[in-house]
């Protein structure tokens, strides 16, 4: 098991992406990245680690971190609850039902439809003087999902641990492919991480993600002249 330690999103892409091309076949088992200031933002940086870039197969980043926090749908929300409908809206109206399923699975989770996100924050404000409060959002279940090799949610689950009044997160991924969805996936989560802390009064803490199997969707030399670009 490899850990590392980055002070942002992007130093974080960029040491593990470094680690990971050092590695025979790139990938590596168990790979451990902790972000100290996971909401620290340069706009630059969605332009220098844009996989479009390099390859006819690079996605959008903006696009993938906002399947785990949109953005600019809560900026244009007055309330959780209109943040929220109004997200399913849009999310029923794509072509694209697959995208938007992570936070999807956020606020409508199951057949009797958890809102996840609404009710930690519930727990948050309910247990404010717990210094060891933990709430735990799932992505996936045997209710949910059925095994597969391929297509299921890589995002297994996210921890959300409160020390007094700061709120650390911690993030696993059963497959994490660094070359279209790890740094951006890292931007999400710090997002998501902000809104929550924003929302219960709390301060932002770090993001640990733990990637089962971490590797590049791309040939070495490709993920290797995205890494030439930052």
């Excluded at 100290?36 to 959008?60: A, K, Q």
């Excluded at 999807?104 to 930690?120: A, C, K, P």
């Excluded at 997160?169 to 740094?183: E, I, L």
Aim: glycine fraction near 6%; charge should be neutral; hydrophobic fraction near 35%.
């Amino acid at each position: 098991m490899e850990a590392l330690s980055a002070p942002n999103c992007y130093e974080a892409w960029i040491a593990a992406s470094t680690h990971l091309l050092r590695q025979r076949g790139s990938h590596e088992s168990n790979l451990l990245v902790e972000v100290e200031n996971p909401v620290e933002w340069n706009d630059e940086w969605f332009l220098r680690i844009d996989p479009r870039r390099v390859s006819s197969r690079g996605e959008n980043p903006d696009n993938v971190a906002n399947t785990i926090f949109p953005a600019s749908t809560w900026e244009k929300s007055e309330s959780r609850d209109e943040f929220y409908a109004r997200y399913k809206r849009a999310h029923s109206r794509s072509r694209h039902k697959r995208w938007g399923t992570y936070f999807l699975r956020l606020i409508d989770f199951g057949q009797t439809h958890v809102n996840q996100l609404e009710r930690s924050l519930g727990v948050f404000a309910e247990w404010e003087k717990n210094p060891g409060t933990a709430v735990v959002f799932h992505f996936s279940s045997a209710e949910t999902d059925v095994p597969r090799p391929l297509g299921g949610p890589c995002l297994q689950l996210i921890q959300l641990q409160a020390w007094n009044n700061t709120i650390d997160m911690t993030a696993v991924y059963r497959n994490h492919d660094f070359f279209n969805k790890a740094f951006p996936n890292y931007v999400g989560l710090g997002r998501l991480l902000n809104f929550i802390c924003e929302q219960s009064e709390r301060n932002v803490g770090k993001l640990v993600c733990h990637s089962g199997h971490a590797y590049f969707n791309s040939s070495k030399q490709v993920a290797q002249n995205l890494l030439a670009r930052v």
